[in-house]
């Protein structure tokens, strides 16, 4: 049975950082693109960053480019989102996701992502 747990959320004011993490189990971890995606109310679910599980390449929203870092730890099944600079816009519900990919790029099409955490609420305060 596939989990992902994500934690590190909460509430944070302008400005300041989180960090997130999302472990894995129940499936090879090393073989799968991992991707953070977020959702604020009333918005669709978009992909904020991902990373490939084979070179590492990663794909960042323009919307958090220089601000977040996606990264992962095969050795302890775990990827990560530094989240720096946080905007009260960045407030969310922010879910990992783990997918299968043979593309030469990091998926960062929700519907390619084959499971997901059960997302974690992220609130920046102005």
């Known amino acids: 049975q596939v989990q992902l747990v994500e934690s590190g959320g909460g509430l944070v004011q302008a400005g300041g950082s989180l960090r997130l993490s999302c472990a894995a189990s129940?499936?090879?971890?090393?073989?799968?693109?991992m991707g953070w995606f977020r959702q604020a109310p009333g918005k669709e679910r978009e992909c904020v960053a991902a990373?490939?599980?084979?070179?590492?390449?990663?794909y960042y929203a323009d919307s958090v480019k220089g601000r977040f870092t996606i990264s992962r730890d095969n050795a302890k099944n775990t990827v990560f989102l530094q989240m720096n600079s946080l905007k009260p816009e960045d407030t969310a519900v922010y879910y990992c996701?783990?997918?299968?990919?043979?593309?030469?790029?990091?998926?960062?099409?929700?519907?390619?992502?084959?499971?997901w955490g059960q997302g974690t609420q992220v609130t920046v305060s102005s």
């Open positions: 990373i490939r599980w084979i070179g590492y390449s990663t």
């Open positions: 996701a783990a997918a299968i990919s043979s593309s030469s790029r990091p998926t960062r099409g929700s519907n390619e992502y084959n499971y």
């Open positions: 129940g499936l090879t971890f090393s073989r799968y693109d």
